[in-house]
């Protein structure tokens, strides 16, 4: 194709399927730290003021998965209520029992089996000196900028959830412009619209996507803040 668009997304550390991710990496790394034997399965899901932590595990080691949890969340950023999330409050409900036998028998053993199977496709390409394609490294970016904006008090407003979109043109198969750019981020209730726009545009957007923006790039905000 002579001309096309790629378009990529990422979430900030506050995102829910974010927060599920690190708190599940926690664990397993709470666990790994004294017994690297261990055998870990574990998934999260988290809504509104509560978050259920479930799996199977064996190991020879405890680890208090209430206090990993609460750790995490409040490494994240959710320690206040107001925002909807709150590291000390949230409830935690945890349903963790010993590996199952049946998985045992495929994993122990001289050659071992798959517990689970799936199916997974990537690419390495030179568009980046991460090897990744440009829109997704953007993305990224553009996450992480905004929790280092919002950690280091340069835009006091903003709140851990958010996410960002890049869509970037290609000619002959080579990026040459960025089509658009979403960004969302959850904030506090009192600050204008038109401010936010603006920061996360001058100090976000810009110093990341830099060369890559044009006149015609397109900048779609989607701001909110969860009332409590």
Known sequence: M??????????????????????SDALLDAIYKDDPNARVAI????????????????????????????????????????????????????????????????????????????????YATNETPEYLPLPIVLAHKLTMRLAEARKKGELWYLRPDGKSQVTVEYHEGKPVRIEAVVVS??????????????????KIVKPVCGKWLDDNTFFQEGFFYIAV
């Open 2 to 23: 002579k001309k096309y668009f790629f378009t990529s997304e990422s979430v900030t550390e506050g995102h829910p399927d974010k927060m599920c991710d690190q708190i």
């Open 185 to 202: 981020t959850q904030h506090h209730p009192d600050v204008q619209l038109e401010t936010i726009r603006k920061d996360v545009i001058d």
């Open 43 to 122: 998934e999260c899901l988290t809504k509104t003021g509560f978050v259920v932590v479930a799996g199977e595990v064996t190991t020879s080691t405890y680890v208090d998965v209430q206090k990993v949890v609460r750790d995490t969340i409040r490494e994240i950023g959710y320690d206040n209520h107001e925002y909807g999330f709150e590291a000390d409050s949230a409830g935690v409900l945890v349903s963790i029992s010993e590996q199952s036998p049946d998985i045992a028998m495929g994993v122990v053993k001289e050659e071992p089996g798959a517990g689970d199977q799936g199916l997974m496709f990537g």
